[in-house]
């Protein structure tokens, strides 16, 4: 995600509108696969578990950072995703690139698009963080 919002988003971004709805389709298309989903996924179900089976009580550090990070990777990262990624990738999707009309959709998409993944990257980030002192607690 740290890559999207400050490398790929902004190279797409410098070049022609056409070119960068393109390459972003490419990706959208490519990205949907078990190599992406199951770290995606599989991170909600490993801190769930971590959570519901960690020893001692709830509020000692093992299980309550993987219930912190597990609730910050599956809202921040996640909830996020689904409702506001997801639905602006089907947008720019559905549209013809070669369209002059689709530049501004473009334009909108790598602004809002990349607003929505800083969220991301940062509830990622605080998420490592959490099961990071959960795993030293």
């Known amino acids: 995600l740290w ?28 990205i949907q696969s078990p190599q992406l989903f199951l770290p995606f996924f599989g991170t909600v179900i490993a801190g769930g578990v971590a959570a519901a089976m960690g020893p001692g009580e709830l509020l000692e550090g093992v299980r309550l950072h993987a219930l912190i990070g597990t609730v910050l990777y599956a ?45 991301r990257v940062v509830s990622c980030a605080l998420a490592v963080i959490a099961f990071a002192i959960g795993l030293a607690a």
Request: aromatic share 10%.
């Open 75 to 119: 809202i921040g990262c996640v909830a996020v995703t689904a409702a506001r990624n997801v639905p602006w990738n089907e947008r720019l999707d559905a549209v013809d690139p070669n369209d002059v009309a689709s530049e501004q959709l473009w334009r909108d998409y790598v602004r809002v698009w990349t607003k929505w993944n800083h969220l």
């Open 3 to 30: 890559v999207f919002s400050f490398t790929v988003m902004q190279a797409l971004d410098r070049i022609p509108a056409q070119k960068g709805m393109h390459a972003m389709q490419s990706i959208n298309e490519v």
